[in-house]
């Protein structure tokens, strides 16, 4: 009786771990040639008067600014003039095609190089419930301005907490090697808490303050992924925009939702 006492118990054990493993929902691996995958993957177009930062690219979804291939999907930024902008780029969104509340999203990625490159890994809500920016949060899960080689930065914006009011709740971290190796940028984002990370190594935590209402934690929305290169910008090119770098690419090997 002793015996099957314990080997139940185990049992129990066993099954309450398999249920608390993360399971992977969402991933696109990136293992084809061309347009990246349209049953997961949308675009934003245009300039959008600067994306609210006075950015300098304009977004395509051409070929020569994204497209995947070896095996990595490339979001590449040029210097040639379009609708107004010295710059074309991409930014390529999972918005209505990969949305979730609470995750870890993992995203292996290679960062360009150079002063007016901004490369981010972001996340947005999929619907704006609680009001439009910064009230219905942001998740900046990388964020990486090419004057500062090597410092990643991750953060949080709400209506409480963001740069507009210099209150963001930001973290930083250097790899030295970012732009030249590919590293995991990730998040783990559950009911009360964004952990950010790097290659498994967390080095900023947001925790919600049990005061904060949707004004200091909006995050308990479907969010979408947003990845792209802005050129130059208020933070991009606040040390000015190199016009002797370019072509510069973001080079992604996945991405990755565990819920």
């Known amino acids: 009786m002793r015996l099957l006492f314990i080997s139940s118990a185990c049992l129990m054990l066993l099954v309450s771990a398999c249920k608390k493993s993360p399971q992977l929902v969402w991933s696109d691996e990136f293992e084809y040639t061309g347009t990246p995958d349209t049953s997961k993957w949308n675009y934003d177009l245009g300039d959008n008067n600067g994306w609210g930062n006075n950015e300098q690219q304009y977004y ?8 995947v291939e070896n095996g990595n999907l490339i979001v590449e930024a040029h210097k040639d003039s379009l609708e107004g902008k010295p710059y074309t780029s991409s930014r390529i969104v999972s918005k209505k095609k990969g949305d979730w509340k609470h995750a870890r999203i993992e995203v292996r990625a290679k960062l360009p190089r150079g002063k ?7 996340m947005l809500p999929t619907e704006w419930k609680y009001g439009p920016w910064p009230a219905s949060g942001e998740i900046d899960i990388m964020e990486h301005v090419g004057y500062d080689p090597g410092v990643v930065h991750g953060t949080i914006h709400t209506e409480a907490y963001n740069h507009i009011k210099q209150t963001q709740k930001e973290g930083m971290i250097t790899i030295a090697d970012a732009q030249d190796t590919f590293h995991i940028y990730t998040i783990d984002w559950t009911t009360d808490k964004i952990a950010f990370g790097v290659d498994d190594k967390v080095y900023h935590t947001v925790t919600r303050d049990p005061k904060d ?3 200091g934690w909006p995050f308990d929305e479907p969010f979408y992924l947003i990845m792209n290169i802005a050129v ?14 370019w072509p510069q690419r973001m080079e992604v090997d996945y991405v990755r939702v565990y819920q």
């Open 60 to 67: 395509t979804n051409h070929e020569k600014n994204v497209r």
């Open 116 to 122: 007016g490159t901004w490369p981010a890994i972001w």
């Open 213 to 215: 209402d949707f004004k």
């Open 232 to 245: 130059g910008g208020n933070w991009g090119g606040k040390q000015g925009v190199d016009e002797n770098i």
